[in-house]
């Protein structure tokens, strides 16, 4: 069974640059998930997904981040623009339904300059 | 005060040496919970769920004490392959809570 995919796997940019990254989750996974992980630091939720609507955006920083799930499979997250602190791996992960065991892909690991 | 709390570690443990270490979670109406492993620069993977009743897979033991709000992590017989981090996690309602992790380094 193909697991996860996620590009980019890295990306440089500038600040206040734009970036996008891709997720496509396993398939049959109705739940996916966008998280960001800053060195040290445990996964943070960005967003949660069920099939293409949202269930959870309250720690995305709307201003600048924003994510879609068109037709209920794959995912893209955008930031625009770009910030320092944004420097980090977002991992992407799926699983079945809501409280179901996730499934993580490799991660885009972003850094900004 | 974070919703899951871990020591960061590392925890540095002889191989063959059996090492435990806790997870504290401040969410009591949590349902679920589960240990993921994850190696330096990759992602994290499931290594086990835990269930009320406690278990346990090989090597691997697993407690919830719903009463105090903690699960623990035991490794028994640990192998280099053990070093890595493990991060807790909570789940209520759906959403998903991770600690930051606990460090484990498993020396020869």
């Known amino acids: 069974e193909a697991g996860v995919a996620q590009s980019p796997r890295y990306k440089i940019i500038e600040k206040r640059q734009s970036v996008a990254f891709w997720c496509n989750p396993i398939?049959?996974?109705?739940?996916l998930y966008w998280y960001q992980q800053i060195l040290g630091q445990g996964p943070k939720l960005l967003i949660q997904?069920?099939?293409?609507?949202?269930?959870?955006d309250s720690q995305l920083p709307k201003d600048r981040f924003s994510a879609e799930r068109l037709k209920g499979v794959d995912s893209t997250l955008k930031i625009q623009p770009a910030k320092l602190e944004d420097s980090a791996v977002y991992l992407c992960?799926?699983?079945?339904?809501?409280?179901?065991?996730?499934?993580f892909g490799p991660g885009t690991r972003l850094t900004v300059l | 005060r974070k919703e899951v709390e871990q020591d960061p570690g590392p925890f540095n443990v002889p191989e063959g040496a059996t090492v435990a270490f806790n997870c504290t979670y401040s969410?009591?109406?949590?349902?679920?919970f589960f240990w993921y492993r994850q190696d330096c620069r990759k992602e994290p993977k499931l290594l086990m769920s835990v269930y009320s009743s406690g278990n346990e897979d090989g090597r691997f033991t697993a407690q919830l004490n719903r009463a105090s709000q903690y699960i623990s992590l035991l490794i028994r017989d640990s192998k280099l392959s053990d070093s890595a981090t493990y991060l807790c996690v909570a789940e209520g309602w759906g959403k998903f809570q991770f600690g930051a992790g606990t460090q484990v380094v498993v020396t020869p």
């Open positions: 992960a799926s699983s079945p339904g809501g409280a179901d065991t996730q499934y």
């Open positions: 398939s049959g996974h109705a739940t």
């Open positions: 997904f069920q099939n293409n609507g949202v269930v959870d």
């Open positions: 969410n009591s109406a949590s349902q679920s």
